[in-house]
């Protein structure tokens, strides 16, 4: 959704050994066949040894019960049920050594684990391997044939012998629309594998330990990251109880959702895998949570462990396959956890390892490069991955749980020297900096002489690390930065200036599920989001001149730039919602109806009038009206109202759809949920009196049903929704005498329910048309309840109750006192800056009632500056007539409304301009300004308005009285 384009710089081939096909959509083969070996004989230097050596005391008991009576226990099946893979038989026919090979692989006890395996004695030797006798090995790369003994075919012999290498180029074949899909931090913990050398099984919950990935719990922040709602601890009582007490609130735990979102991504990534055919998918890191593959490092890179094959199966291959996505290359880097989170010395050598086992897995070094040419389509891409994990290789006494070199969780013996990483805990800090520092070098170095028609890089620390590198990248022709870690779905524009530093787009793909999002999922609450999404992936669209960015939701939505919009415009950042208009305007005709009503009600929430947008939205929307939601229905009519475009065709098709999704929910065949509720019909209301739509039979519609459910005591209309309804009726002059009967005598039995705000907001509307002698009664008790619950009314409630008190009470006798407790009230708000009302009818209203009251028309006189630039012309008569009628004077105001006024003088009548310079004048405007403004503004009218008490009805009156 979002675009990147620029030329394209030119073709550079680089060495092909990775094609896909011509066919279709591309599918992806590489050159030979596709198996894995697998040697027969045990690595040479691993030791072995019998049961009662001491590398094997804390396994010897439980080993030696287990072969005798044990295997024959009720319980047997379940805590030996890897004996088969391992052994190669069941365990109820499994030798002694069978069980110490079992105790050496995959312990079903933690604690009980055996530090060698038997030497002799097991049922499918060699003994010495955790796959009954069928080590896997990764010495050549499924598809090479063996001749090809380079990088894309044969491991190193150490884990960083290849490092800075270029991995083979892959070309794709075909003219079709060309996806990259990009996932990171997606790996879950592998609950089900049986962890040996003593470690912890990868459990945080007590239905954690099952097959399949089960998601990490982390803590959740605030957005700043300065207050935490919920510790890991707090989270993981969610996942105990799902959700359920003692789960606190502030968890934002959100059931279906929170405790499965690998499997959610998954299943959204293999829908969209299947629609889009991806050529190939960008890996961030943070592959298996918590820690990597739960392995010590240093195993020879051609051979596989057992943890590593099982983590693979249970987390990747078993989850991340179907069409359009088994085969495709995964092109990946190590996030922290895969170096061992807070420790150094788990087997990340062994995701490396892994490149040579799978026809799919690329990850040969820390750090590498690679091309991928798209043949018939004449441009071509250079990759560089690298690894950024120093970031979390702080000094061993910091930060234990964020930091890989931590002194605390490795132990004192810990080592990666055999792989070529750290060689202690001191070193490791020193180890990952110098990594990072050979990096820059090798990147600065080759980027520039790249010719490719794209430059991307992938790591994983997110976007805002190392801003000044990557700007430096950027000048040297970096297009596009792929990141992880931060746990959630983030698209940074390059004129994000506020924090992207680096001049190019970056991309934030933490969200893939392994771990729990950096906020809660719950679209409802999204104040603490840094991104548009929590749990995700991003579908790249590529071709010579541009890259559409797309990013996808857990349950498929294609989300991000409608929902960025909408956290643009609730943060008022206009400038961040214009930049994103630009996009979202091409991408409209993509978009769902829900997408699109999201869309407007972004520009809605901004107030930013965009004619166009909001037109092709309208034409786009309208022929799919049924598919949204009552809610959106609203939205969307408030959409146009708070932008004021008056779209009057498609505010027909939503009054229709409303009164047929009514008329269905009364004979019963509606669909449950679609038909809109009586406080969601009066908001549509709202929004059609807000633009001057009357449509009499919606609003015939909306009164049937308020009548009918406030004569039969049924639930629906609230007072807020009543009150709403009135003020729109009025506004529209829309007279349904009936309703208003209904609605007054409801409010003369239940008065004790209604806010105080709302029966001024009745009384405001029914007031001029329902006549104050037959409603005496009623009238008085509504404005005794105002003036007693006076004090919980703000500045537009007051506003009402004002305009109430001007229709009933015309000599201030209706209600002794009320027009001053009001006063009160204002005088109470005076320091109020932000809320807007009706300003000048107030003023105008109190000049007849309280002129001498100095300190009410202060406070008056203090709101209006901020009333000023909204005012109309009548706004400018009416406040400085109610203000000459007052015994107040403020200079201030003098100057300032002529000011204001000029600016928009071409819209006066001649009667209101007249009153408005006679009304300044009585202010105590001098007579040059009196001059000045009558010589800009229209003509004198040679017939004096009743109402304008300017200067000819002035004059008239005066010789009248002369007379």
Not at 441 to 467: M, N, Y
Not at 524 to 549: N, P
């Amino acid at each position: 959704m979002a675009r990147l384009g620029r030329l394209a710089l030119g073709l550079g081939l680089g060495l092909a050994s990775a094609e896909v096909n011509r066919s279709g959509h591309g599918h992806l083969r590489r050159l030979g066949t596709v198996a894995a070996e697998v040697g027969a004989n045990a690595d040479a230097s691993l030791r072995c040894g019998p049961l009662d050596m001491p590398e094997n005391a804390q396994c010897k008991e439980v080993v030696e019960w287990a072969a005798g009576g044990g295997k024959w226990d009720t319980k047997a099946d379940n805590w030996y049920r890897n004996m088969p893979s391992i052994a190669g038989v069941k365990h109820d026919q499994a030798t002694l050594a069978d069980f110490q090979r079992l105790y050496y692989c995959a312990p079903p006890g933690k604690d009980k684990f055996c530090g060698l395996p038997p030497c002799t004695g097991c049922s499918e030797p060699p003994c010495t391997d955790c796959f009954a006798g069928h080590q896997l090995y990764a010495s050549v790369r499924p598809g090479c044939d063996g001749s090809n003994r380079g990088i894309g075919c044969v491991p190193p012999k150490t884990a960083m012998a290849y490092k800075g290498q270029h991995w083979p180029t892959t070309t794709v074949y075909g003219t079709q629309e060309m996806h990259i899909f990009a996932i990171g931090d997606w790996g879950g913990m592998d609950g089900s594998l049986d962890t040996a050398e003593g470690r912890p099984n990868i459990v945080a919950y007590n239905w954690g330990k099952r097959p399949g990935p089960s998601v990490f719990p982390r803590s959740r922040w605030n957005k700043a990251h300065t207050v935490q709602f919920c510790d890991h601890k707090q989270l993981v009582e969610c996942f105990n109880t799902r959700g359920q007490p003692p789960c606190i609130p502030e968890c934002g735990y959100v059931p279906g959702v929170d405790d499965n979102p690998q499997i959610l991504v998954a299943n959204a990534f293999k829908a969209r895998a299947a629609l889009n055919d991806p050529q190939y998918i960008l890996n961030v890191g943070d592959n298996f949570y918590w820690g990597g593959i739960e392995k010590t490092c240093g195993e020879p890179m051609n051979k596989i462990a057992y943890p590593t094959k099982h983590q693979f199966d249970q987390i990747f291959e078993g989850v991340y396959q179907g069409a359009g996505l088994s085969h495709k290359p995964w092109f990946s880097v190590l996030g922290n956890h895969d170096w061992g989170g807070f420790k150094f010395d788990n087997a990340w050598d062994q995701q490396m390892s892994y490149t040579w086992a799978s026809d799919r897995w690329v990850l040969p070094a820390p750090y590498y490069k690679t091309s991928v040419v798209y043949a018939d389509l004449g441009f071509d891409v250079d990759y560089y991955f690298l690894d950024s994990n120093f970031v979390d290789a702080k000094p061993p006494e910091e930060d234990p749980n964020h930091n890989m070199c931590s002194r605390k969780n490795n132990k004192p013996s810990a080592t990666c020297g055999a792989a070529d990483g750290p060689t202690s805990v001191d070193s490791c800090p020193g180890w990952f900096a110098a990594l990072w520092e050979e990096q820059k070098e090798w990147v600065t170095r080759l980027l520039p002489k790249s010719q490719a028609s794209w430059q991307i890089a992938v790591t994983h620390f997110p976007c805002g690390h190392e801003q000044g590198f990557y700007k430096g990248l950027a000048n040297m022709g970096l297009d596009l930065l792929v990141t992880g870690h931060r746990h959630d779905q983030e698209l940074w524009f390059p004129d994000d200036y506020a924090k992207n530093h680096m001049g190019i787009t970056c991309l934030v793909t933490g969200g893939g599920g392994g771990i729990t999002s950096e906020a809660t999922p719950d679209p409802d609450h999204t104040e603490d989001w840094y991104g548009e999404a929590q749990y995700g992936f991003y579908d790249l669209t590529i071709s010579k001149s541009e890259i559409f960015i797309e990013s996808v939701n857990y349950d498929g939505e294609v989300l991000n730039l409608p929902r960025l919009a909408k956290y643009y415009a609730e943060l008022n950042i206009i400038n961040e919602l214009e930049h994103v208009s630009r996009f979202i305007r091409k991408m409209l005709p993509r978009y769902n109806p829900h997408q699109l009503a999201l869309t407007a009600h972004a520009f809605g929430i901004a107030k930013l009038q965009d004619k166009d947008m909001m037109a092709k939205i309208a034409r786009l929307i309208a022929p799919r009206l049924s598919e949204i939601t009552p809610m959106e229905l609203v939205r969307l009519a408030q959409a146009y109202a708070s932008t004021e475009v008056c779209h009057y065709t498609l505010l027909a098709q939503l009054s229709a759809q409303a009164q047929v999704r009514v008329q269905q929910a009364s004979t019963g065949e509606v669909i449950p949920g679609s038909c809109p509720s009586f406080s969601q019909l009066v908001e549509l209301a709202e929004a059609f009196a807000q633009l001057k739509f009357q449509d009499y039979s919606f609003f015939e519609m909306v009164s049937l049903q308020a009548e009918t459910f406030l004569l039969h005591g049924y639930p629906g209309p609230t007072p807020p929704a009543l009150a709403g309804l009135c003020q729109a009726c009025a506004r529209l002059k829309v007279h349904e005498i009936r309703l208003f009967e209904v609605i007054l005598a409801h409010v003369e039995d239940n008065w004790y329910d209604y806010p105080a705000w709302s029966l001024a907001e009745i009384g405001a509307a029914l007031a001029p048309i329902m006549p104050s002698a037959r409603f005496e009664n009623v009238y008085r008790q509504m404005l005794t309840q105002i003036r007693h619950d006076r004090d919980t009314l703000n500045l537009r409630g007051l506003t009402a109750a004002a305009r109430f008190m001007a229709e009933v009470d015309h000599k201030g006798q209706f209600l002794p006192g009320f027009a001053e407790a009001l006063a009160q009230r204002f005088m109470a708000l005076k320091d109020e800056s932000k809320e807007r009302y009706d300003v000048a009818r107030v003023t105008e209203i109190f000049a007849k009632r309280c002129p001498e009251d100095q300190a009410l028309f202060s406070t008056l006189c203090r709101h209006l500056h901020r009333h000023l630039g909204i005012f109309e012309p009548v706004d400018f008569v009416r406040f400085t007539r109610g203000l000459a009628a007052s015994e107040y004077r403020d200079q201030r105001v003098t100057h300032a409304l002529p000011k204001w006024a000029q600016k928009r003088h071409q819209e006066f009548s001649p009667h209101d301009w007249d009153s408005f310079v006679t009304s300044l004048t009585k202010l105590g405007a001098s007579d040059v300004r009196e001059s000045q403004l009558r010589e800009i503004g229209p003509p004198a009218p040679s017939e004096p308005a009743t109402f304008s008490g300017g200067q000819m009805a002035m004059a008239k009156a005066q010789i009248t009285s002369n007379g």
